[in-house]
C-alpha cells in the first residue's frame, strides 16, 4: 500500500468516527428533547383548560351566559385533550354534571362539576411527575450512552493516534539511524522497512548506497594500508631522524634514528602528546621549542655529533562546507620535525676555518715585506723612479693594501666562526669611533673629492660597545659607501638616540642595490654584480660587520632603491648612567 493512500484511509476513518459520533450525539439529544415536550404539551393543556372552568365557577357560579359559552367551549376542548388513562371517564362526569346543571339549576351539581374538575387535574398532575421521572430516566440513559460511546471513540482514537503516526515516524527513524550509523563510517547499517512502497523503495537505495559506500572504504583501507606502510618504510630508510605531529601536537610517527637520537620507544609514545613527552626530554623539549637556526650538538658514542634542525608545517586544502563554494586555503595538520647529520659538512668547515686562519696569518708577512720593498721604492735615496714606473708602484700598493686587508677580513671571519670572537665590551666614545673612521677614510675622500655631511647631537652619549670593532664596522660602511659614490659627490653621516639605541647610518647617493639582491648582501662571500668600474672586494665586510654588531647587542640592516643610493645603518646600546 502507498504512504499517500495510508494517509488517506487515515483520514478518512477520522472522518467517519467524527460522523459516527455526531449521529449517536443527536440521537440522544433528540429523545431527551422528546421526552421533555411530552411533559410540556398535552397534560399542561388540560391543567390549564380545567383551571380556567374553575375560575369561570368562582366568577358567577356559571349563571352568566358568558360564562356557560366560555365553559363549554373549554369542555370541549378538554373532550378533545384526552391524554392520560381514566381522563375520559372524568370528562364525561364532567360533561354529565354539567348538563344537569344547566337542566336542574342546582347548586348540588355544581359540587360534582367541581369534583369532576379536580379529578383530571389530579390525573394530569400525576401523569406528569410520571412522565418527568421517565424523562429523568431518558436523560440518565441518553447521558450514559453518549458517556459510553465517547469513551468507545476515545479509544478507537487514541489507539489511532499512537499507531498511526508510527507507520510514517518509524521508517523515517531508522532511516536517520541509519544516516548517522553511515556518518560514523559504520558502512555494515541496511534498513528493512515493511509496509508502503515508498519505504521499501528508500530502504533498498540505502542499502545499496551503504553497500557501495563499503566496498569504496574497503579499497580504500587497503589502498591506505598500503601506501601508509610504503610511508613508514621510506621514512625507516630515511638517513635523517624524522617524526611527526599531527595538529592537536600528538606524536604520530617516528623513526628508528629518531628514537635512537631522542632515547625514546616508539611503541611507546606513538599517539602522546608532544607537550607531555617533552617535559620528561630535554633533548626533544629543544628540538620543537628551537626556533633560530644554530647546530645541535648530540654526543653519540662518545663522539660530538652536530644536527641542523628542520621541521615544515602539513598543509592540506581546506574543504568548504557549501559544496558549490571553491576554496583556495589550506590548513595545517600537522608539523614534520627533521634532525639531519652534518657532522661532515661541520668537520670540512672547521677544516676550512683552521686553513684560511692559518693562511691568512702567513700572508700577512709577504704583504707586510711587498709594503715595506715598495716604500723603500718611492725613497728618493734609492733612485728616481720615473711617471711610469710610478704608477706602477701606486698599482702594487693599492693591491697589497686590498690583499692585506682581505687577509684581515679572513682572520676575523675566522674567529667569528669558530666562535673566539673576541669583544672588549665597555663603555665607549662614540665621538671617538666617528673621528678614528672619518680620519681612516680621509685620503680616500681626498681622491674623489667627496663632501661629508655629517648630522649628530651636539652631545653623544657613552656606548656599550667594543670601540675598535666598532669603529672597523663604521670605516667599512664608509670604504663602501666611497667606492661606489661619484667624484665630488656627497656623503651623508646621520646619528640619531632612540630610547635606549645610539644609530649609526651612512647614506651614500650611488648607484644603489636591486632589490633582488638586497636580503643577501650580509651572507659571507656576496658579491653584487658590478658593471666593471668598481673594484669589488671578498664579500666578507658585510657579513663580519653584521656579527660584530650583533654580538655586541645591536642591529645591522641596509635601506636602498636603484638609481637614489643606499643607505647602511646600525646601532648599539647606550651606557646607563
Not at 320 to 335: M, Q, R, V, W
Not at 402 to 413: F, H, P, S, V, W
Not at 539 to 562: N, P, T
Request: hydrophobic share 40%.
Amino acid at each position: 500500500m502507498k504512504l499517500k493512500t495510508k494517509l488517506r484511509l487515515g483520514i478518512g476513518f477520522l472522518f467517519l468516527m467524527l460522523i459516527a459520533f455526531g449521529a449517536i450525539s443527536l440521537f440522544q439529544i433528540n429523545r431527551i428533547a422528546e421526552s421533555t415536550a411530552l411533559i410540556l404539551k398535552d397534560n399542561n393543556h388540560s391543567l390549564q383548560y380545567t383551571k380556567a372552568m374553575r375560575l369561570l365557577m368562582d366568577k358567577d357560579s356559571l349563571t352568566g351566559t358568558a360564562s356557560q359559552k366560555a365553559f363549554e367551549k373549554l369542555l370541549v376542548q378538554e373532550e378533545q385533550n384526552i391524554t392520560e388513562k381514566g381522563e375520559a371517564v372524568a370528562v364525561k362526569e364532567l360533561a354529565s354534571a354539567y348538563q344537569r346543571f344547566t337542566a336542574t339549576k342546582k347548586i348540588t351539581e355544581l359540587s360534582a362539576i367541581k369534583s369532576a374538575i379536580y379529578r383530571i387535574e389530579d390525573l394530569n398532575m400525576q401523569a406528569i411527575v410520571s412522565k418527568s421521572q421517565r424523562s429523568e430516566q431518558t436523560v440518565a440513559q441518553a447521558t450514559l450512552y453518549l458517556g459510553l460511546a465517547a469513551f468507545i471513540f476515545f479509544l478507537i482514537l487514541f489507539t489511532f493516534i499512537l499507531s498511526f503516526p508510527g507507520f510514517i515516524a518509524n521508517p523515517l527513524a531508522l532511516l536517520l539511524d541509519g544516516i548517522k550509523e553511515i556518518g560514523k563510517k559504520n558502512y555494515k547499517q541496511r534498513l528493512h522497512f515493511k509496509g508502503t512502497e515508498e519505504f521499501s523503495t528508500l530502504a533498498n537505495a540505502f542499502n545499496d548506497m551503504a553497500k557501495k559506500l563499503d566496498q569504496w572504504e574497503n579499497s580504500n583501507v587497503a589502498e591506505l594500508k598500503s601506501e601508509k606502510q610504503r610511508i613508514e618504510t621510506i621514512i625507516q630508510q630515511m638517513q635523517d631522524a624524522v617524526f611527526g605531529l599531527d595538529d592537536k601536537g600528538n606524536l604520530i610517527f617516528i623513526n628508528d634514528l629518531a628514537a635512537e637520537l631522542l632515547h625514546l620507544k616508539p611503541e611507546a609514545v606513538l599517539g602522546k602528546n608532544i607537550e607531555d613527552l617533552s617535559s620528561k626530554n630535554g633533548l626533544l623539549q629543544t628540538i620543537v621549542k628551537k626556533e633560530n637556526a644554530d647546530l645541535l650538538e648530540i654526543v653519540l658514542q662518545q663522539k660530538p655529533n652536530y644536527f641542523s634542525v628542520t621541521f615544515n608545517d602539513i598543509e592540506i586544502p581546506e574543504i568548504p562546507d557549501d559544496e558549490n563554494a571553491i576554496s583556495f586555503t589550506k590548513k595545517t595538520a600537522g608539523k614534520v620535525f627533521i634532525l639531519k647529520n652534518v657532522t661532515d659538512f661541520k668537520e670540512l668547515d672547521q677544516a676550512k676555518t683552521n686553513f684560511m686562519a692559518t693562511i691568512s696569518h702567513e700572508l700577512k708577512t709577504p704583504i707586510s715585506s711587498i709594503k715595506m720593498s715598495l716604500k723603500l721604492l718611492e725613497d728618493n735615496r734609492i733612485g728616481d723612479l720615473n711617471t711610469e714606473q710610478k704608477h706602477m708602484i701606486a698599482h702594487i700598493q693599492d693591491d697589497a693594501n686590498r690583499l692585506l686587508k682581505i687577509t684581515g677580513e679572513l682572520l676575523d671571519l675566522a674567529q667569528v666562526e669558530t666562535g673566539n670572537i673576541k669583544l672588549n665590551v665597555q663603555q665607549s666614545n662614540a665621538t671617538e669611533i666617528l673621528d678614528y673612521a672619518t680620519n681612516a677614510v680621509s685620503v680616500q675622500l681626498q681622491e674623489k673629492q667627496i663632501e661629508f655631511r655629517i648630522n649628530k647631537p651636539t652631545v653623544l652619549p657613552p656606548l656599550v660597545a667594543d670601540q675598535e670593532k666598532t669603529a672597523w664596522v663604521l670605516v667599512n660602511l664608509l670604504s663602501n659607501a666611497i667606492r661606489y659614490s661619484a667624484n665630488q659627490s656627497k656623503i651623508d653621516i646621520n646619528i640619531t638616540i632612540n630610547n635606549t639605541m645610539l644609530y649609526f647610518s651612512v647614506t651614500d647617493y650611488g648607484k644603489g642595490i636591486e632589490d633582488q639582491y638586497q636580503n643577501d648582501l650580509f651572507k659571507r662571500y656576496f658579491q653584487v654584480p658590478t658593471d666593471g668600474q668598481h673594484k669589488s672586494g671578498s664579500g666578507l665586510g658585510l657579513s663580519i660587520s653584521k656579527d660584530f654588531i650583533e654580538a655586541q647587542g645591536g642591529k645591522i640592516e641596509v635601506q636602498s632603491e636603484l638609481g637614489v643610493g643606499s643607505t647602511f645603518s646600525f646601532s648599539l646600546p647606550i651606557a646607563h648612567s
